[in-house]
């Protein structure tokens, strides 16, 4: 591991709640390829998160399905290949798709809920065409499975209602039972030099809670590399992600963060880390994904508070 494996942020983080020494064994982890034993797991991924940024610089999460082997990595592992078709074209889905360019940073992570493995990659895209994305590998590691509640994909292209993009400023009564009945949701972060992470938060649902129009977002004790946290500390703007497993839909959302450390009521809902970060949303958009699966719910993450 290099020395420069975490930026000014991370770090910041780290040394602030005490667990630098924890995030320097754990970063050695941190690849500049995909790990080789991962090119199987990504052979079998059906769903992936993509961290981008808008032409405005707002961040948003983007989840995307695809057929199994819809990503793949070259033989030298420094390069992923991310297949993105199918009924409905990714891009409408965000503005932060539709305006990717050649050499735009960009943020990927691979989740398979029902195993509750994790692949995060972060890089650049090499190459855009009719088939996808060309994405130059920067940084690869897998992540612990924590907080994952299991799911499993039961069909493809199940029957559902029709379903249309919708989109606003301001939180809705619909997007606000969304919200609260979540127990999964995915984020997007970017360091002020463009570099993105797309990572995952899990709960029982109801653990992100909703008041006076933000969002109040738990920090669990996690891995110690405080990627997330360490790109709010520097550009405090983030996406969400929340998912409707039951109609193939996502509510993705853009906006501004506040970290806050030392809380001291209800830590028990923070896990004993006594960390939160409120996100108030400045703009939202509901879609249906570009392919439709249908999911088994299957159990709740035991690490869950």
């Known amino acids: 591991m290099e020395k420069n494996t975490f930026h000014d942020g991370e770090v910041l983080i780290q040394e602030q709640v005490g667990e630098r020494e924890v995030a320097m064994l754990n970063g050695r982890g941190i690849s500049t390829r995909v790990p080789a034993a991962a090119r199987l797991f990504l052979s079998r ?17 983007t989840f995307v399905t695809g057929s199994a082997g819809f990503a793949s990595v070259s033989e030298d592992l ?22 990717l360019s050649e050499g735009d940073p960009i943020g990927l992570l691979f989740i398979e809920l029902a195993t509750r493995r994790r692949l995060r990659i972060n890089g650049s895209i090499a190459r ?65 030099d463009g570099r ?12 992100v809670r909703i008041r006076e129009g933000a969002l109040l977002i738990p920090d669990y004790p996690g891995n110690s590399l405080f990627n997330t ?58 879609s249906p994904w570009n392919t439709r699966l249908s999911w088994r719910y299957i159990d709740a993450s035991p690490f869950n508070p």
């Open 196 to 207: 993105l992470d797309a990572s995952h938060r899990g709960g029982n649902p109801g653990f």
């Open 128 to 192: 855009i065409n009719v088939r996808g994305l060309q994405i130059a590998v920067q940084e690869a590691f897998p992540n612990c499975p924590k907080y994952i509640q299991r799911r499993a994909i039961e069909s493809v292209n199940a029957p559902l209602p029709g379903l249309r993009l919708e989109s606003g400023t301001e939180l809705t009564d619909t997007t606000v039972q969304w919200i609260q009945r979540a127990d999964t949701v995915f984020v997007a972060s970017a360091h002020p």
């Open 229 to 286: 946290f360490g790109n709010f500390a520097l550009n405090p703007r983030a996406g969400l992600t929340f998912l409707d497993f039951d109609k193939a839909r996502q509510l993705q959302l853009t906006g501004k963060v506040a970290l806050h450390f030392g809380v001291t009521e209800e830590t028990e809902l923070t896990a004993g880390t006594g960390r939160w970060w409120t996100f108030r949303p400045q703009r939202w958009i509901a």
């Open 45 to 61: 991924q059906r769903i992936c998160v993509l961290a981008s940024t808008a032409a405005d610089g707002d961040p948003w999460a």
């Open 78 to 99: 420094t390069i992923l290949d991310l297949a993105i078709t199918e009924e409905r074209a990714a891009g409408e889905q965000a503005p932060a798709l539709r305006s």
